[in-house]
């Protein structure tokens, strides 16, 4: 085998480990809501090909309100599913969209585009 | 197409963000319409109006007091309504939220408004960039003239190597003129304008999720045009650098514009298809009329609907549509409300009987009260509930959801070992055959079509279930529906009219009293009963014109009858324990009350001066639809059972005449859960169909709830699925839209994996050592744009489905 061929190989599969270890294994950063002055814990997520920040970790039994600000138009991300909670919201385009959610439970909970591509995480702890 | 009809004066739309293409505009005001209680003065107005304009967040407030409202336009990112309300409470007036939240019309309209803008936007950019495409095509056709060793390189793509190469003798014939210069530069410039412009958000997403660990359908193919796009420039600059390592310098110009041309065609397509699945709920949300014609200070005045108060009088000529819910006062006439409750027939409205906005006049002018408006009302609350059902997730869906996670790395690693196993085994050009089958996977495996193949169906089917009038909660419903093999009918109600009427009037031969006599006395000492038996009673007294005696004495028998005095006459009106009590003597009926019982009827004895004086007969018949459906239901493979507090015997007769062999008699409230449970634990899928107020809780054990005739909150809450219309064909109808509807989810899924299952390793090359076939990224590209339009149109195929 080539020298050429040789750097392709290694260089494929260093490319393989990376992408796996980046998508799946690579810890992300998680956000804590902050809490307003009537004890309302708020998140504000700007959705922009995502979900940023991704992962959000609340306190349960505490009303949740998420502010998404979707600064894109087209694409997947016009509806936002939290399928545990059985919410689904339309985000217009350019625009601050609230939604409310009190968790009773603990646990992880994902929240998804319309087509499930884009997803987020909330984490509910005691 | 504007199909953005102004349904009512919406008080989102004073919106300071635009939604400017581009722009980061994201100051938000709304408006809350909050009506005030206890205002008598310009005082009160004043002061109430002070104190919102004085609360943060409040850009403007104004307090009406002839209408007794405030109108309050505010900062949502600050306030919120309840914060306003609890405002104007420290003022002392009293303040409470009507119409909190119109959201269901409001949003539905937004995304609708979107999706248009979506698909127009998709539209345009993919006709540029496929003109492009066959521009840039035109102008590389010299290049396959030119010699293996010219710096610039052949075209590498073989669909477009083909296609140029078919082309090329016509082209050097009809355009010589084109062969005299090199027109890469050309090439390379229109690829980069189809990239930056037309498809330049899937690389700005792609991006986007790449800084926080995602990946979707962006990414495959920004990934994917944009290593074919770097490859051809650095092809194109530094040729020399190929032919050095005896690789040819290749170009994908064209190739990256048709794949981008081609995903922009199925995406448009795909978002055509998508408006379509919402149709019948856009069809809905425009059964919303703009104006209603009320009165006010004595005339009448054309006002925004969403202007009408609570008690307004409202007035209703012949062909107009019924703004607001209501209820008649005057005047008589035939409703449409086929597109509501799914009844063909109209329905004739007397004073007293209820409407539903939003369904048409037929014949007559009316007046009526508006009761329920904005978001309490029927309609909106249908839309609502669609909305929800069609955001519902199936749990059928959740392999797919969990494939389409993962999916996009998975498939970046895949490209890479496809690119290192045939830049290792090729023979020739392999780096060029290693390029293309890498780009290839890449392009083909879109999960598009996984993550459309349920939802899309699910929202076909709700809104197709909503035309006729069955409002299917979500996905889940849907799929369970699709699953029942036990259907659990409540009689009374259900499957009879839940009314119970006079059949028979028996004088016992050899007394002085006729049929007449009888049904007048009975009636005459009923009137005063509060009983369903004693109002059948009187309702047939009236029916047949007969004048009520006043009775001077009446008494009810708990559990017995009644009894009482009229016209000097002693009566007694009840069962056998009444008549045991004043020792009346049955004998003389006895054939006739096994008869009756037979039938299905309760038949009371009457008693006169402690003389069996004949018999009454009372039953609830069954509705004219009820027979047929049942039939229908056992066709279908069900078994059907029915549910009644009523004796074994009357039981068994109703249930001979709809049709039904299984019965389960006296059982009360609680035991119909019970009934529920023993059959779901003898692995039952159960369906339970009542009229969902005093059947709540064994709609909400069973399976699959059907509340019937109601649009009730209490029905929507505890059932699965609310039938708008009063009787069983919906129950039929419903099962099979739900088992049909199952069976598109499963074809799409089925497809979706396929194609990536397929599509994949064709697309790797796994052909070509047997047969020499290697996809092209252009094609890859088509296949991919088929997959999710193919499963969109296969779920809308629902929409045709016979179900009736
Ligand atoms: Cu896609």
């Known amino acids: ?126 | 197409m504007p199909t953005t009809i102004p349904l009512m004066v919406r008080e989102k739309r004073n919106l300071t963000g635009t939604a400017e293409y581009g722009t980061n505009a994201a100051t938000t005001s709304e408006k809350v319409m909050i009506p005030v209680k206890g205002m008598t003065c310009a005082a009160c107005q004043a002061r109430v109006q002070r104190a919102l304009q004085a609360t943060p967040g409040v850009l403007d407030a104004s307090v009406n007091l002839m209408l007794k409202n405030a109108a309050v336009t505010y900062d949502p990112m600050v306030t919120s309504p309840m914060v306003l309300v609890e405002a104007i409470h420290e003022t002392g007036y009293g303040a409470e939220l009507v119409a909190q939240d119109q959201s269901a019309f409001d949003e539905q309209e937004a995304q609708d408004r979107a999706q248009e803008e979506d698909y127009r936007e998709l539209r345009h950019k993919a006709l540029w960039s496929g003109s492009i495409g066959l521009l840039a095509m035109t102008l590389s056709m010299p290049l396959m003239g030119a010699a293996e060793a010219d710096v610039h390189g052949p075209v590498a793509d073989p669909f477009m190597r083909w296609v140029m190469e078919s082309m090329t003798p016509t082209i050097r014939a009809v355009a010589p003129w084109l062969y005299t210069f090199t027109p890469w530069v050309l090439s390379y410039a229109l690829t980069l304008l189809v990239m930056g412009w037309a498809g330049r958000h899937f690389y700005v997403r792609a991006w986007s999720a790449f800084r926080h660990h995602s990946a979707d359908m962006n990414t495959l193919i920004a990934v994917g045009t944009g290593a074919a796009f770097l490859y051809s420039v650095l092809a194109t600059v530094a040729p020399k650098f190929f032919l050095n390592r005896g690789v040819l310098p290749d170009l994908y110009y064209e190739a990256v514009v048709m794949i981008i041309a081609l995903i922009l065609t199925g995406n448009a397509l795909e978002a055509r298809a998508k408006r379509q699945t919402s149709a019948a709920l856009r069809r809905l949300v425009e059964l919303q009329p703009n104006t209603a014609r009320v009165v006010r200070a004595g005339a009448e005045v054309d006002i925004p609907v969403n202007d009408v108060q609570s008690e307004e009088i409202v007035i209703v000529r012949p062909g107009e549509r019924i703004p607001v819910d209501g209820a008649i006062i005057s005047g008589t006439s035939a409703v449409d409300e086929s597109m509501v409750t799914g009844e063909s027939l109209p329905v004739e409205k007397q004073p007293g009987d209820r409407l539903i906005g939003g369904t048409i006049n037929r014949t007559g002018a009316f007046r009526y009260r508006a009761t329920t408006l904005g978001s309490d009302s029927v309609l909106a609350h249908i839309v609502k509930l669609m909305r929800d059902a069609q955001g519902s997730r199936a749990p059928i869906q959740r392999l797919a959801d969990q494939v389409s996670g993962i999916f996009v790395p998975i498939v970046l690693s895949l490209a890479i070992a496809t690119f290192v196993i045939w830049f290792v085994t090729a023979d020739q050009a392999p780096a060029m055959r290693a390029f293309a089958a890498a780009v290839a996977v890449l392009i083909i495996a879109c999960p598009c079509a996984m993550g459309l193949a349920v939802p899309t169906a699910v929202m076909v089917a709700t809104g197709k279930g909503a035309e006729g009038g069955i409002l299917i909660k979500g996905g889940e419903s849907l799929q369970r529906a699709g699953q029942i093999n036990t259907v659990v009918l409540d009689k009374t109600g259900t499957i009879t009219e839940g009314r119970p009427t006079v059949t028979d009037v028996v004088p016992v031969l050899g007394t002085e009293w006729s049929e007449t006599d009888l049904v007048r006395l009975v009636a005459s000492i009923e009137a005063s009963s509060e009983h369903p038996l004693a109002e059948a009673i009187v309702r047939y007294a009236n029916e047949q014109s007969l004048p009520l005696a006043t009775a001077d004495s009446f008494q009810s028998v708990t559990g017995r009858g009644a009894t009482g005095m009229v016209d000097g006459a002693a009566l007694a009106v009840g069962n056998e324990a009444l008549m045991a009590d004043y020792a009346v003597d049955l004998t003389a009926v006895k054939e006739e009350v096994e008869r009756l019982a037979g039938e299905g009827k309760t038949p009371m004895y009457i008693a006169i001066n402690g003389k069996l004086a004949g018999l009454i007969a009372v039953a609830d018949p069954i509705k004219p639809t009820s027979r047929d459906a049942v039939q229908r239901l056992n066709r279908l493979g069900l078994t059907v059972v029915m549910l009644t507090g009523d004796h074994q015997r009357t039981a068994e007769a109703i249930a001979r005449k709809a049709g039904i062999d299984r019965v389960v008699a006296g059982v009360l409230p609680d035991g119909k859960v019970v009934e529920v449970r023993r059959r779901q634990q003898a692995g039952e899928v159960v369906a339970m169909v009542g009229d969902g107020i005093n059947d709540a809780p064994a709609l909400a054990q069973a399976d699959v709830g059907f509340a019937i005739g109601t649009g009730t909150d209490i029905a929507l809450e505890a059932s699965d699925v609310t039938l708008m219309r009063n009787d069983l064909p919906g129950v039929v109808s419903a099962i099979l839209l739900a088992r049909r509807t199952m069976r598109t989810m499963k074809q799409n899924l089925v497809w979706a994996f396929v194609y990536n299952v397929v599509g994949i390793p064709v697309a790797a090359g796994i052909l070509y050592p047997a047969f020499g076939i290697l996809l092209s990224p252009i094609l890859a590209g088509a296949a991919m744009a088929f997959s999710s339009v193919s499963v969109v149109t296969n779920s809308l195929r629902l929409r045709r489905a016979r179900v009736a």
């Open chain 1, 1 to 126: 085998m080539s020298m050429m061929e040789w750097i392709v190989i290694i260089g494929g599969i260093a490319a393989m480990i990376w992408i796996n270890w980046y998508f799946f294994l690579a810890r992300q950063p998680v956000s804590n809501a902050g809490i307003d002055g009537e004890g309302v814990q708020e998140v504000a997520i700007v959705v922009e090909g995502g979900y940023h920040p991704a992962v959000v970790s609340v306190k349960r039994d505490r009303p949740v309100r998420f502010v998404f600000d979707r600064r894109e138009r087209s694409g997947c991300s016009e509806e936002i599913v939290f399928p545990g909670f059985g919410v689904r919201k339309f985000l217009p385009a350019f625009r601050k969209t609230r939604l409310e959610l009190a968790p009773a439970q603990t646990g992880n909970f994902e929240f998804t585009c319309g087509m499930s591509m884009l997803r987020g995480r909330l984490i509910v702890q005691d």
